[in-house]
Nanobody
Framework: QVQLVVSGGGLVQAGESLRLSCAASGINFRAYTSAWYRQTPGRERALISPIDNGGHTDYADSVKGRFTISRDNLRGSVYLQMNGLKSEDTAIYYC?????????WGQGTQVTVPS
């Protein structure tokens, strides 16, 4: 059974940083492109950054230059370093496979940046 456990969220002030971690189990992690997504109330869950199994990355324009995705295939983990946080980054953050996510999204982690 696929499990995706995300941690590292919290309440921070604008301009501060957070590092999110995602631990995957029940899958052959190395075989997949992983990605970070985020969702705000009333909106669709949005892709913000994928990383393939060779370490190639991409970023949504809204986070480019501020966020950095990385992965550790041995640990089955993916990370998101978020610098220069803004109020518009407030959301629940999830990790999952990309481009076809697993149906089990897990709990995600809340990131709150007050305006």
């Amino acid at each position: 059974q696929v499990q995706l456990v995300v941690s590292g969220g919290g309440l921070v002030q604008a301009g501060e940083s957070l590092r999110l971690s995602c631990a995957a189990s029940g899958i052959n992690f190395r075989a997949y492109t992983s990605a970070w997504y985020r969702q705000t109330p009333g909106r669709e869950r949005a892709l913000i950054s994928p990383i393939d199994n060779g370490g190639h990355t991409d970023y949504a324009d809204s986070v480019k230059g501020r966020f950095t995705i990385s992965r550790d295939n041995l640990r089955g983990s993916v990370y998101l370093q978020m610098n220069g946080l803004k109020s518009e980054d407030t959301a629940i953050y999830y990790c999952n496979r990309h481009p076809v996510p697993f149906t089990n999204w897990g709990q995600g982690t809340q990131v709150t940046v007050p305006s």
